[in-house]
């Protein structure tokens, strides 16, 4: 994928995650759009690391590996930043 799709596609990541874990971050909206957007790229890596299989397009299961590296980052920030 490119960079203007992994950056949509981290986009839609972030606002998914923020909405399954909710609370104040504080950074808000934007440092969890961006958490999302690291997020899509992190969950790829690790996804193909594990043997997942890689992030193919738009498609439900890339979308779930983005968001999932999205929690993952989103719950280290909360935890770094408290």
Same mark, same amino acid.
């Given at each position: /994928?490119?960079? *203007? &799709? !992994? @950056?949509?596609?981290? =986009?839609?990541?972030?606002?998914?995650?923020?909405?399954? /874990?909710?609370? %104040?971050?504080?950074?808000? !909206?934007?440092? +969890?759009?961006? #958490?999302?957007? $690291?997020?899509?790229?992190?969950?790829? !890596?690790?996804? +193909?690391? @594990?043997?997942?299989?890689?992030? %193919?397009?738009?498609? =439900?299961? %890339?979308?779930? #590996? &983005?968001?999932?590296? $999205? *929690?993952? *980052? *989103?719950?280290?920030?909360?935890?770094? &930043?408290?």
């Amino acid at each position: /994928m490119g960079i *203007l &799709a !992994w @950056i949509v596609f981290g =986009l839609l990541a972030g606002v998914v995650a923020k909405v399954i /874990m909710p609370g %104040s971050d504080p950074g808000g !909206w934007i440092i +969890t759009i961006l #958490i999302g957007i $690291a997020g899509a790229v992190v969950g790829g !890596w690790i996804g +193909t690391q @594990i043997g997942f299989g890689d992030v %193919s397009g738009f498609n =439900l299961k %890339s979308f779930g #590996i &983005a968001v999932g590296g $999205a *929690l993952l *980052l *989103l719950f280290g920030y909360r935890v770094i &930043a408290k």
